[in-house]
């Protein structure tokens, strides 16, 4: 499953002038129908997020999928349409901010707090509804390697609206998918490296160790690495944890280390172990964000791993305090058909500032990445 959040800098709030939660305000405009969602607009930090739900990555009819792909972003595009057919001031000064009523005729089903009047948009504008995108993917531990080692080189695809030419030939700026910052996608690349080798010597140390256990573990090392490597560089203070990982659990890590696929091979995930995987002091006693963030608690490599064995993970525990983040799907189980659990990540190196037209395209090209990298063996 892939599911997609479009962050754009419109200030949102009730028409009363308060937004309290997230998940407050939920939109469709298809008047009268109350829905599952396919969509919903939320309040992010006070500004409009567009938030989808996930599209099957596994579906046996990808054309069909892709298609309802289309209907829900044409919906969101109707609905993004209508914020900036806002009024204009008579007098000069900017247009007039833009408060959609819950019984109008526009249709907006307002699925939350409906003693509130109406949803205040601040003056959107095509420059503030461009958006900062997510991507949250479902995998199964043994696809995580997979996943990580080619997100470096994979190339996202935009389309001309009118002539379908791939703009890609053209522009390569920014649109891959570690296009943020390219040596933090370097780092999650060396982190499986790393963690294929520490695979790899383990299966020569432990003979009966079964081969779906190490292919299992070394999704999860790929990922505890990474974070381990990214917090060892960080060159500049971050303001959130969940910053540290270009690919972002959304579940707390010893979840992961419990997993029945794992479970053959977790005596041997300890701190000395795995910082020495890493390339760090096995010692553990140098603190897991080398600069900090932003005065937010610390704490030492050591720490970290022994939490997670220990059933806690201080990062996600840290980070679910400050953002609800990397633990909001802590207590789920999703499975495969076959019966292996999925895990929640997240594609925090997405390309920034992208405009709705491109949504809808950026999307399509990530469905199909995740399709490939559920592929592959």
Do not use: C
């Amino acid at each position: 499953m892939i599911g997609f959040e479009f962050e754009t800098s419109v200030p949102m709030k009730w028409s009363d002038g308060g937004m309290r939660d997230k998940e407050d305000a939920l939109f469709s405009l298809q008047a009268g129908i109350t829905w599952g969602y396919t969509w919903k607009a939320v309040s992010d930090s006070g500004n409009l997020e567009i938030v989808t739900e996930p599209f099957n990555d596994e579906a046996v009819d990808r054309n069909a999928e892709v298609g309802r792909m289309i209907d829900v972003f044409a919906d969101i595009g109707r609905f993004l349409d209508l914020l900036l057919t806002r009024p204009k001031r008579a007098a000069p000064g900017p247009p007039e901010d833009i408060t959609l009523e819950a019984k109008n005729l526009l249709g907006i089903a307002r699925l939350a707090n409906a003693g509130k009047k109406g949803v205040y948009f601040v003056s959107p504008t095509t420059t503030s509804l461009m958006a900062s995108p997510q991507a949250t993917i479902g995998f199964t531990l043994d696809k995580i390697y997979t996943a990580a080692i080619r997100i470096v080189n994979t190339k996202l695809h935009f389309f001309d609206e009118d002539e379908r030419v791939d703009r890609q030939r053209e522009d390569t700026a920014g649109i891959s998918l570690s296009g943020m910052h390219p040596v933090q996608g370097a780092l999650l690349l060396e982190a499986a490296v790393r963690a294929r080798e520490e695979v790899t010597a383990l299966g020569a140390e432990q003979k009966n160790v079964p081969a779906q256990a190490l292919d299992a573990y070394e999704g999860f090392l790929t990922i505890v690495i990474s974070y381990l490597l990214m917090g060892s560089r960080q060159v500049r203070d971050w303001q959130y944890y969940k910053l540290i990982a270009p690919l972002m659990s959304r579940v707390s890590l010893h979840k992961m280390l419990q997993d029945e696929q794992v479970q053959p091979v977790a005596q041997f995930f300890t701190a000395e172990r795995v910082l020495s995987a890493a390339g760090l002091d096995s010692d553990g006693t140098s603190m897991l964000y080398r600069i900090g963030v932003s005065g937010k608690a610390n704490i030492t490599r050591k720490q970290w791993i022994d939490s997670i064995i220990a059933g806690k993970d201080m990062l996600a525990q840290l980070d679910k305090n400050d953002t609800g983040s990397m633990s909001a799907r802590d207590d789920d189980d999703d499975r495969t058909a076959t019966g292996k659990k999925i895990y929640q990540l997240e594609l925090r190196r997405l390309p920034n500032a992208m405009e709705p037209k491109n949504w809808v395209d950026l999307a399509i090209s990530l469905y199909d990445i995740s399709r490939r990298w559920h592929a592959a063996g």
